[in-house]
């Protein structure tokens, strides 16, 4: 009961920032960045339709068209996600946009509705349109949900530039690219660790200098070489981006031909890094 108060609140909160991010700076500057959003911008300036309800109408059939199709897939987390985006879009209305330059407002918007989006898909649930509608197309096209993503994005901001201008689309493209990578970013954290792989033929030494001077814990596992066939042993090791020059450096120290792969780590959980 308590994870789902508190995810139902996180998702609130997400379809709150989201829909500040359309009236303060898209809606009002006529930006169209795809999805159901983009398409409710356009019926606003075409036809005077409120974008909130508007939202609404597209969503629940679109809804209730994936239940019946695709089964609970999206769950009452969708629904809820679509009803309180629009609800917060027609009580936040009135506020009038924060800039009418184009090129702020396609920033700011696209940052605002990432950072509210992204709250609402790590609470486990979305903002329908879009998402229901590229399954949708999945189901009876056999186009795959990213492409069927790209179609959706595409037309919308195809018809924003044929609507309004093709300076105005090409704002709905910044707008669309911000809020993709500012979703990323909220979901995944920005990258805080690094993780290092280490093949050698001394992986005793390089293991107990990591104990000793980094301190960090060292997972020692069992590999074979694809072109020689011989086994050996590989180190996997967690470190902060500070410490990694250091490990560089143990490493060296230890064996100059040790074979190092290094990647980047967005959250670790477990002793001496975050608690699970």
């Known amino acids: 009961m308590r994870r789902s108060i508190v995810a139902y609140g996180q998702?609130?909160?997400?379809?709150?920032?989201?829909?500040?991010?359309?009236?303060?700076?898209?809606?009002?500057n006529r930006?169209?960045?795809?999805?159901?959003?983009?398409?409710?911008?356009?019926?606003y300036y075409l036809f005077g339709l409120p974008v909130g309800p508007t939202m609404l109408a597209i969503n629940v059939p679109l809804f209730l068209?994936?239940?019946?199709?695709?089964?609970?897939?999206?769950?009452?987390?969708?629904?809820?996600?679509?009803?309180?985006l629009s609800f917060f879009v027609s009580l936040t209305a009135r506020l009038g946009p924060l800039?009418?330059?184009?090129?702020?407002?396609?920033?700011?918007g696209g940052i605002a509705s990432g950072v509210g989006m992204g709250i609402v898909f790590r609470?486990?649930?979305?903002?329908?349109?879009?998402?229901?509608?590229?399954?949708?197309?999945?189901?009876?096209?056999?186009?795959s949900f990213g492409k069927g993503l790209l179609l959706i994005d595409s037309l919308v901001i195809t018809?924003?530039?044929?609507?309004?201008?093709?300076?105005?689309?090409?704002?709905?493209?910044?707008?669309?690219?911000?809020?993709?990578?500012?979703?990323?970013?909220?979901?995944?954290?920005?990258?805080?660790?690094?993780?290092a792989f280490i093949i050698s033929d001394r992986t005793e030494?390089?293991?107990r200098a990591i104990l000793a001077e980094l301190g960090r814990g060292v997972t020692v596992l069992k590999v074979k070489g694809g072109y020689t066939g011989r086994e050996r042993e590989a180190l996997l090791c967690v470190v902060t981006q500070a410490e990694l020059p250091r490990l560089k450096r143990l490493v060296a120290a230890c064996d100059r031909q040790a074979f190092v792969l290094v990647g980047s780590v967005h959250?670790?959980?477990?002793?001496?890094?975050?608690?699970?």
């Open 123 to 143: 609470a486990g649930g979305t903002t329908g349109g879009t998402d229901l509608a590229a399954a949708l197309m999945h189901r009876f096209l056999r186009l």
């Open 65 to 84: 068209a994936t239940v019946r199709f695709l089964g609970g897939r999206f769950g009452v987390r969708t629904l809820a996600g679509a009803a309180l």
């Open 99 to 108: 800039t009418t330059n184009t090129l702020l407002a396609a920033i700011y």
């Open 159 to 195: 018809a924003a530039g044929v609507v309004f201008s093709p300076e105005l689309a090409l704002n709905a493209l910044l707008t669309l690219f911000l809020t993709s990578r500012v979703i990323d970013l909220v979901q995944e954290g920005e990258t805080y660790a690094k993780a």
């Open 205 to 207: 030494p390089i293991r």
């Open 11 to 28: 998702i609130s909160a997400g379809a709150l920032i989201t829909a500040l991010g359309l009236n303060l700076f898209l809606v009002p």
């Open 267 to 276: 959250e670790v959980l477990g002793e001496g890094w975050l608690e699970s």
């Open 31 to 43: 930006i169209a960045a795809g999805g159901v959003s983009g398409l409710a911008t356009l019926l």
